[in-house]
């Protein structure tokens, strides 16, 4: 009852196939360079863009996007601390502490290129952020019996994967619906949209500029001694992410016209549907590629230290989440929609 209870979304199955394949059958390495993950995550992210115009940060309201950037904040820096501790690079820290405090796989490769990190860096990120994307999945809609408009806005306060926190959250409106838990299904699914989707999903564009400014003033200053060129903050910086802001600003102004209630009822089904079908493609091919380009041996040599590092984020992102959520902004989550 894995596909009925928990829905897990395509992406996903398409993950484990390729991890099963690579890891169990096995695959020739010539057949890596056909496996293009940059390019299906890069096309993910613009359409991404199109299906979030800049008018639902302001349908978000200030407590979804205050509640967002203080689990950002406080995840990444957690992560990226840790990390430095344990000894890793910087560049894999900031990669690490991007993918748990922005939007996981997307906001890995981003950031990634942005620092500068090495080759392994973004598959060991990914691997962690999906692993623990899945455990998510699982825990928490069976945590705690909370209202449908709480649990949605916990779930995307901690979860790290747009299609495993969909998955969660849809899990726990199902429970709604059916009497299970106080709410309904729609409570659930939109308190996530608002804290992971518009409120931690939009800033990738934001944090992979300030990461790129950081590692090329700071960072490789300090490695080399040289002047820092401003020029290559530019080429650092991952252009796909403009993609994402443009294609968002040609949505806003297509979509100007209409409020949230028209914008669910009219333009959602029509224009925004089409287009989450075409990013769910691309997720599905990225994932697939994702697993069929990562071996575990691999991957195994770069020790727990990596893990280690992600989940004390995890359990930040956790018990922060559930405060914001369930205790200081209960009243208004518990209200979404009315």
Same mark, same amino acid.
């Given at each position: 009852?894995?596909g009925?209870?928990y829905n897990?979304e395509?992406p996903?199955?398409?993950l484990v ?11 020739p390495?010539?057949?890596? $360079? ?6 299906y995550i890069?096309l993910g992210?613009v359409l991404?863009g199109?299906?979030?115009p800049? !008018?639902?940060?302001v349908?978000?309201?200030p407590?979804a996007?205050l509640?967002?950037s203080?689990v950002s904040i406080?995840?990444?820096?957690v992560?990226y601390q840790v990390s430095?501790?344990?000894?890793l690079?910087?560049r894999l $820290? ?5 993918g748990?405090a922005?939007?996981?796989?997307s906001?890995?490769i ?7 990190a090495?080759?392994e860096?973004a598959p060991?990120?990914?691997t962690?952020?999906?692993?623990w994307?899945? %455990?998510?999945?699982?825990?928490l809609?069976?945590a705690?019996?909370?209202?449908a408009g709480?649990s949605?806005a916990w ?7 747009d299609?495993?926190g ?10 709604a619906?059916?009497?299970? %838990? ?8 939109w308190a996530f ?7 931690r999903d ?5 944090? $992979?500029?300030?990461?790129a400014?950081?590692a090329? !003033? ?13 020029a290559e ?10 993609g994402?802001?443009g294609a968002?600003?040609?949505v !806003?102004a297509a979509?100007a016209?209409?409020s949230?209630?028209?914008f669910?009822?009219?333009v959602?089904p ?14 599905i091919?990225?994932f697939?590629?994702i ?17 280690v ?10 018990v ?7 205790l ?5 989550w518990?209200a979404?929609?009315?």
């Amino acid at each position: 009852m894995v596909g009925g209870t928990y829905n897990l979304e395509p992406p996903l199955v398409a993950l484990v196939a390729g991890l099963t394949i690579s890891n169990l059958v096995g695959l020739p390495r010539w057949c890596n $360079a056909g496996f293009r993950v940059e390019f299906y995550i890069k096309l993910g992210i613009v359409l991404l863009g199109a299906t979030l115009p800049l !008018t639902l940060i302001v349908w978000a309201g200030p407590i979804a996007l205050l509640q967002a950037s203080i689990v950002s904040i406080a995840t990444f820096l957690v992560i990226y601390q840790v990390s430095v501790r344990l000894g890793l690079d910087r560049r894999l $820290a900031a990669t690490l502490g991007a993918g748990g405090a922005v939007c996981g796989v997307s906001a890995a490769i981003a950031v990634s290129s942005a620092v500068g990190a090495k080759k392994e860096h973004a598959p060991i990120a990914i691997t962690v952020v999906i692993v623990w994307a899945i %455990v998510m999945i699982f825990a928490l809609p069976l945590a705690l019996q909370l209202p449908a408009g709480v649990s949605g806005a916990w779930i995307g306060s901690s979860e790290f994967a747009d299609a495993a926190g969909f998955a969660a959250a849809q899990t726990y409106g199902d429970l709604a619906a059916h009497g299970v %838990v106080p709410g309904t299904a729609d409570q659930s699914i939109w308190a996530f949209t608002l804290m992971k989707v518009v409120g931690r999903d939009v800033w990738i564009g934001i944090w $992979a500029f300030v990461l790129a400014l950081i590692a090329t !003033t700071r960072w490789e200053r300090s490695e080399s001694g040289a002047e820092p060129r401003l020029a290559e903050i530019w080429w650092r910086f991952p252009k796909f992410v403009l993609g994402f802001l443009g294609a968002s600003v040609i949505v !806003t102004a297509a979509t100007a016209g209409y409020s949230l209630a028209d914008f669910n009822k009219i333009v959602n089904p029509a224009f925004v549907a089409p287009i989450k079908d075409l990013r769910t493609w691309a997720f599905i091919f990225c994932f697939l590629s994702i697993g069929l380009t990562t071996r575990f041996r691999e991957l195994a040599a770069a020790g727990a230290k990596p893990f280690v590092a992600f989940s004390s984020g995890v359990a930040v992102n956790v018990v922060l989440g559930f405060a914001l959520s369930a205790l200081v902004f209960a009243s208004h989550w518990a209200a979404l929609g009315h």
